[in-house]
């Protein structure tokens, strides 16, 4: 575990002095960049788990899924393989194992910043091209994307309705502590018309982070063909309720302490990446639960079969199966949602 990051915790305290409090949505966009710069946090000894350290299923099935649609697209010789937030890189090395499999063996590109994990990356996919954002990707030939809990790591705005209408909800530094729920601007303009009116002391998310970046990949993928799959925790339609949350050592923790050193994530608004995909004349399927879409795409039979080579490890294979389709475990609070091309066949397991 890297030492604190004093310089953070004392540039931000410095930048309140000077100008007051900032945004929630500032507050995780500098405690997040710092955290994945220095750290591996999958893992035991990490923070967290992710859906491909559980199982070489997911990323297995994922490629398939992937291998399957560039096939019935008429396998187009110039496709690529895109990931966003490719942590270790072990969904990459299980979908492309997978999608060898199915005679699809395109160039990778991978979007990270983090300088550790695109070390460990590099370790399992040493072909790769990194990338530090969506726009240096190649633009020409379909792009087939995967983008498993990336979206909900990139900052929000949270608003709070008030008496005097609804403001931004801002972060303070008193007494060596931040604190949220300053009073920043008024963003009445921002609110959807159905929750203007919801009671005083109702919190919404937005994102001008996620919209941007669902906004240049669904123009990507309209211009150059292909799909992308996202995969993440979130809800639908239009809600009220304040959803960030901290991870640390695999236990929830203040999300204001330490700013640096703990995960920060949110969840994704699907309606809003539906709405950017069709805006951008995009097919849309799903959102669907995370579970179903594994149990379509057949993890009950790759359960089964990985059991049989390895009898003595058939309790840990099941154990993993329901973890990723599970009710009570990922099954249902995470989804899964497509976005393809128009002229691109619609996808399995949808």
Same mark, same amino acid.
């Given at each position: 575990?890297?030492?604190?990051?004093?310089?953070?915790?004392?540039? #931000?305290?410095?930048?309140?002095?000077?100008?007051?409090?900032?945004?929630?949505?500032?507050?995780?966009?500098?405690?997040?960049? /710092?955290?994945?710069?220095?750290?591996?946090?999958?893992? &035991?000894?990490?923070?967290?788990?992710?859906?491909?350290? %559980?199982?070489?299923?997911?990323?297995?099935?994922?490629?398939?899924?992937?291998?399957?649609?560039?096939?019935? &697209?008429?396998?187009?010789?110039?496709?690529?393989?895109?990931?966003?937030?490719?942590?270790?890189?072990?969904?990459?090395?299980?979908?492309?194992?997978?999608?060898?499999?199915?005679?699809?063996?395109?160039?990778? /590109?991978?979007?990270?910043?983090?300088?550790? #994990?695109?070390?460990?990356?590099?370790?399992?996919?040493?072909?790769?091209?990194?990338?530090?954002? %969506?726009?240096?990707?190649?633009?020409?030939?379909? *792009? *087939?994307?995967?983008?498993?809990? !990336? !979206?909900?790591?990139?900052?929000?705005?949270? %608003?709070?309705?008030?008496?005097?209408?609804? /403001?931004?909800?801002?972060?303070? /530094?008193?007494?060596?502590? !931040?604190?949220?729920?300053?009073s920043g601007p008024t963003l009445d303009s921002l609110v959807p018309e159905p929750l203007r009116d919801a009671p005083v002391g109702s919190v919404i998310e937005t994102s001008p982070a996620v919209e941007s970046a669902a906004r240049a990949l669904a123009t990507r993928i309209a211009a150059q063909g292909g799909a992308a799959l996202i995969i993440d925790y979130g809800y639908q339609g239009f809600a009220t309720?304040?959803?960030?949350?901290?991870?640390?050592?695999?236990?929830?923790?203040? %999300?204001?302490?330490?700013?640096?050193?703990?995960?920060?994530?949110?969840?994704?608004?699907?309606?809003?990446?539906?709405?950017?995909?069709?805006?951008?004349?995009?097919?849309?399927?799903?959102?669907?639960?995370?579970?179903?879409?594994?149990?379509? #795409?057949?993890?009950? &039979?790759?359960?089964?079969? *990985?059991?049989?080579?390895?009898?003595?490890?058939?309790?840990?294979?099941?154990?993993? +199966?329901? +973890? *990723?389709?599970?009710?009570?475990?990922?099954?249902?609070?995470?989804?899964? #949602?497509?976005?393809?091309?128009?002229?691109?066949?619609?996808?399995?397991?949808?």
């Amino acid at each position: 575990m890297p030492t604190k990051d004093r310089s953070l915790t004392d540039r #931000l305290a410095g930048l309140i002095a000077a100008a007051g409090p900032i945004s929630v949505a500032q507050f995780m966009a500098e405690a997040n960049a /710092h955290y994945y710069a220095t750290r591996d946090p999958l893992g &035991a000894a990490g923070d967290f788990v992710s859906a491909p350290e %559980i199982s070489q299923m997911f990323g297995e099935l994922t490629g398939l899924w992937l291998a399957d649609l560039w096939d019935r &697209a008429g396998s187009p010789a110039n496709a690529h393989y895109v990931e966003l937030g490719p942590g270790r890189g072990t969904l990459a090395e299980d979908a492309l194992r997978a999608m060898r499999a199915g005679r699809f063996e395109p160039p990778i /590109h991978l979007v990270e910043t983090s300088p550790v #994990l695109r070390e460990k990356q590099a370790t399992r996919l040493p072909t790769a091209r990194w990338h530090d954002d %969506i726009d240096t990707l190649p633009d020409t030939g379909p *792009l *087939l994307v995967v983008a498993n809990e !990336f !979206f909900d790591a990139l900052p929000i705005r949270q %608003i709070m309705r008030t008496k005097a209408g609804w /403001h931004e909800i801002m972060v303070d /530094h008193q007494d060596g502590a !931040f604190l949220p729920g300053a009073s920043g601007p008024t963003l009445d303009s921002l609110v959807p018309e159905p929750l203007r009116d919801a009671p005083v002391g109702s919190v919404i998310e937005t994102s001008p982070a996620v919209e941007s970046a669902a906004r240049a990949l669904a123009t990507r993928i309209a211009a150059q063909g292909g799909a992308a799959l996202i995969i993440d925790y979130g809800y639908q339609g239009f809600a009220t309720g304040d959803t960030l949350q901290a991870v640390s050592s695999h236990e929830y923790a203040d %999300i204001f302490a330490e700013p640096g050193e703990r995960d920060l994530t949110a969840h994704v608004n699907f309606s809003m990446l539906e709405s950017l995909g069709r805006a951008a004349g995009l097919a849309v399927y799903g959102p669907a639960d995370q579970g179903g879409w594994l149990e379509s #795409l057949g993890i009950g &039979a790759r359960t089964a079969a *990985l059991a049989k080579a390895a009898p003595h490890r058939q309790a840990e294979l099941v154990a993993a +199966r329901d +973890r *990723l389709t599970q009710p009570d475990e990922m099954g249902t609070l995470f989804k899964t #949602l497509a976005v393809v091309n128009p002229n691109w066949p619609a996808p399995a397991a949808f």
